[in-house]
């Protein structure tokens, strides 16, 4: 079962026509010449781009299918963040330098900062919170509580989000293959030796990710 | 009345953390997370020049780009009626004047000070419009070089005006006496600026509920002082506002300070009359929440042949900025660490046109560690002995600056734990003997030590119907588990399980506590926790006397979180049927609320210190080890091992207090190998900006850290012999790493960090 979401302020039809409107005013006013109309104009160009702004994009997050109307410089971390309230997903740097983002896109992880909300079109995202089945945790989420895998948490959803692709990916066979490919993942706390120790447990119980 | 077995000791079981739940699933809320309605997003626009005036803002094209609700800078700003500017006073570090008020004139005082606020509907679009402000000024010239301007360096204010400030002059013995010591050797030692860099970016939500009450979702590692600083800049009485910070990500110490982008924050919810979310840009994280100051030092040292150490002289110059004196104990190490008859310390300042330092993780003390740690391996290669050994025989039995006798000092022990681990006897004494093909390899150590303080800390306990536990304080956790390691304090007291505890913090409106900082949290609020309870239990005896027992209330006693009463053949336990026989009784704690018909029974307690700072000098110790690879072709270096020892009296949670540990040694890697924030003196603006420049340590970087403490109550600091852990994590690990590399290569570096052009 997939519920269907509408976000409110979704109604890009309504942008659309406005849209109309306010160009046809726009082209309007481009005949009549002038410094006047020319400020005028440099004033609704900024208007224009308001209606402009938004495009329409299905995604589904956690199993729950949207239907939003988004700008098309929003990141997927912002959409997630102040649009959707799933803030389990962290902003640590908006460079793609921190992992604090990460998210599974179609299964593979992804920092969620570096990628336009827009791109994704039709994807499944996963966030921290669909990771859990209901109140049971992932194999993953119980390993970092077991070995205390941070500190002040706000690495946390990222390092587990990548931690989980990381042995899917076949790349956590070793000690030095997990700090490898974890990199990515910045833990300012410094809780590396723990989240490894967590790695290596849900590799060896060979459970599936 | 069922028997329940008694619950294990909590206090040093390594009990998973109270939150870990909300920390895996993403339902921790951090200060930029939190939902209200009508939300708005605010951008800072920051200056591009470092010193002069604002000669003209033209805000105009970005009040008119799409969604934006205000641009705010110092020509329509509304003026917090804040008392005037203070001033600089050292003795006042958290700032209460100038630096607060943002947008208060046209002075540009650092590069990227904040000189406008957009305020939009959402991020993107207040982004975009911070982008359209422009900025006139008339430059002046800056400064931003510590090393140009040592020689203005001068004395704090503080320790000008009073004699007896710690940063005055240290002297004892003779002044310089290195100079005409048998063996000597004088070194200069530079640390560069560091960056905080907690993963969370500084965020703050500001919400005037109505227009003299504000509520702060900040990140900030004291709700008090954060309440106090705005209370006082919007000239409102404390209880009206209120400061939330249940979760903080990370702060290092960043948060121990009130900033402009909050005061900003604050403004623009004032003018809009709407929340606002503020959250910085990594790049801005350089600029205006502090930084490890840049600091130079030199260090003299004399020693006798056979190794005893006749005199040492440590002067060091710490960066400030123009606006307020920030000091910070870069030399107190020296003064105590070892026996010397002779010691002289100096600490003075330059003020650059940089924005403010603020401590970071063992602040002042980590920077001075690693002078004095790296002098002590130089002085023993220069004696021909074993740098354990040198420091062996220099070990202090008391506190040779106070002459006091140490409350407790256990640092021989962990020498001894942090040598085996490491296997310090593989290690040679000369430099580049041993090799794995092209990597060399070196093992070096290096020591830290941090006060063991103690301030006051208030806890609130309350006794609910269900027979849990409520317990509240403002304090906050910024990440080392103090919400745990509480609920074990209370569980052991009370004797009840853990999971019938729930430790409530991060809120100015909890009974008062002092500010997340200087390893001081379980040391302080610890005993607080354990007084709290105790004074609940003590209501609970008066409570059971009164509906159970004729009893003595010093005849009942608690036993596996029930109270145990003897069955007094006229009083009132034989009404409890089946008892009549017993010659005691258990009752729990809910049926003693139910029997006295109330609701539940609470008790508020302060705890704080004595007089046991005069008796004693009390410190928390540590020792690092490292092992580290230097590739003899390229210059990198790899920790391959570290050890990290501590004596830091009784450890509550051995698997929170372990993490803790493992990750200030890895800050110590960082400040070893990488950290360097770096400004382009010609502009005076950094050019590190963000993870790509400035290199923090990451997975493929940090070793398996090992731990070990020495697990020994310090029965003078508090009741539970707890002495700190936050900031012997990271003092000596740096040091430690520059010596393996000596040890690897025969290459003293003596500027951090590390990096391989210094070594090829
Ligand atoms: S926030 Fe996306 S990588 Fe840092
Ligand atoms: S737990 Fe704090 S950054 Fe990783």
Known sequence: MNPEHDTPGSAHDEARRSFLKQSSLLTAMALVPGPLVQAASAELDEKVAAVFEKIPLKLEVNGIKHKLSVEPRTTLLDLLRENLNLTGTKKGCDYGQCGACTVHVDGQRVNSCLSFAVMHEGKKITTIEGLADGDKLHPMQEAFIKHDGFQCGYCTPGQIMSAVACIREGKADSEGEIREYMSGNICRCGAYSNIVAAIQEVKGGGQKV | ?760
């Open chain 2, 1 to 760: 009345m069922n028997e329940q077995p008694k619950p294990k000791k909590q206090i040093g079981a390594p009990m998973n953390r109270v939150d870990a739940r909300q920390k895996v699933t993403g339902a921790a809320t951090y200060s930029a997370e939190y939902q209200l309605p009508n939300m708005t997003y605010a951008v800072l626009v920051g200056s591009t020049v470092t010193k002069g005036r604002l000669t003209g803002i033209d805000t105009k094209a970005a009040e008119r780009a799409p969604g934006v609700l205000a641009v705010i800078t110092h020509l329509n700003a509304p003026k917090p009626p804040s008392p005037k500017p203070e001033g600089k006073d050292p003795s006042q570090p958290q700032t209460q004047g100038n630096p607060l008020q943002v947008f208060n004139d046209d002075k540009i005082r650092f590069n990227d000070q904040p000189i406008a606020v957009v305020v939009a509907d959402s991020w993107e679009r207040a982004r975009y419009a911070a982008g359209l402000v422009q900025a006139q000024y008339a430059k002046e010239a800056h400064q931003t070089n510590l090393e140009a301007n040592a020689d203005k360096a001068f004395l704090p204010t503080a320790a000008k005006k009073n004699p007896k400030h710690p940063m005055n002059d240290y002297q004892r013995g003779q002044v310089d006496a290195y100079k005409t010591g048998a063996v000597k050797l004088e070194s200069e030692y530079v640390i560069p600026t560091e960056v905080h860099h907690p993963m969370e970016l500084q965020a703050i939500t500001a919400h005037w509920e109505a227009p003299d009450r504000l509520t702060l979702y900040d990140k900030t590692q004291g709700t008090l002082a954060t309440r106090r600083d705005f209370a006082k800049q919007w000239n409102l009485p404390e209880e009206n506002v209120k400061v939330i910070a249940t979760y903080v990500g990370g702060a290092f110490g960043n948060a121990l300070h009130s900033w402009p982008h909050e005061s900003a924050a604050i403004l623009a919810a004032k003018v809009v009359n709407r929340p606002v979310k503020l959250m910085l840009t990594r790049e801005q994280m350089f600029t205006m929440v502090g930084y490890r100051p840049y600091t130079w030092q030199k260090l003299g040292m004399s020693a006798t042949p056979d190794g005893k150490i006749t005199g040492i002289t440590h002067e060091s110059i710490g960066q400030t900025s123009t606006y307020e004196e920030f000091t910070e104990a870069t030399l107190a190490q020296t003064r105590m660490m070892y026996q010397s008859p002779n010691v002289t310390t100096r600490y003075r300042l330059a003020a650059l046109d940089i924005g403010s330092p603020i401590w970071m993780r063992g602040p002042g003390e980590a920077t001075g560690a690693f002078a004095l740690e790296s002098a002590m391996d130089e002085m023993a290669y220069l004696l021909n002995l074993d740098p354990l050994e040198f420091r062996l025989r220099n070990y202090t039995d008391e506190d040779p600056e106070k002459n006091k006798p140490w409350s407790t000092k256990f640092l021989k022990e962990c020498y001894k734990l942090g040598a085996d681990r490491i296997g310090w006897s593989k290690r040679q004494l000369k430099p580049g003997s041993l090799r794995d093909g092209d990597w060399l390899i070196g093992y070096g150590m290096g020591v830290g030590t941090f006060g063991a303080h103690r301030g006051a800390a208030t806890v609130g306990a309350q006794l609910l119907p269900n027979g849990t536990v409520l317990l509240q304080c403002a304090t906050t956790d910024i990440g080392p588990g103090t919400g745990t390691a509480m609920t074990q304090i209370a569980a052991d007291t009370l004797g009840i399980s853990p999971d019938k505890i729930k430790f409530e913090l991060g809120n100015s409106s909890f009974p008062k506590a002092v500010t997340q900082g200087g390893s001081s949290t379980v040391n302080s609020v610890g005993p607080a926790t354990q007084e709290a309870c105790l004074a609940l239990k003590d209501k609970l005896r008066t409570l059971a006397g009164a509906a159970f027992s004729t009893a003595k209330a010093e005849d009942i006693t608690f036993e596996g979180g029930q109270t145990v009463m003897r069955n007094d053949a006229n009083g009132k336990l034989p009404l409890q049927i089946g008892l009549r026989n017993n010659p005691s009784v258990k009752v729990s704690y809910s049926d003693i609320l139910r029997q006295n018909g109330q609701q539940n029974v609470s008790a508020t307690v302060e705890a704080k210190p004595g007089g046991e700072g005069q008796k004693y000098s009390m410190y928390s110790f540590s020792v690092h080890f490292a092992e580290v690879r230097v590739h003899q072709l390229t210059g990198e270096v790899r920790v391959s091992k570290l050890v990290s020892c501590a004596d830091a009296g009784t450890i509550v949670n051995e698997k929170t207090a372990g993490n803790q540990m493992k990750g200030g040694a890895v800050g110590g890697i960082g400040m070893a190998l990488m950290e360097h924030a770096r400004i382009d003196d010609r502009f005076g603006r950094y050019v590190t900006k963000d993870f790509a420049d400035y290199h923090v340590p990451v997975h493929a970087d940090s070793p398996a850290v090992e731990v070990a403490f020495v697990n020994q109550p310090d029965p003078h600091v508090n009741a539970l012999g707890t002495k700190g852990i936050g900031e012997i994590a990271i003092i000596g690990v740096a040091p430690a790493i520059a010596n393996a590399v000596f040890n690897a290569t025969g290459k003293r570096i003596r500027e951090l960090p590390i990096t391989p052009d210094k070594l090829i």
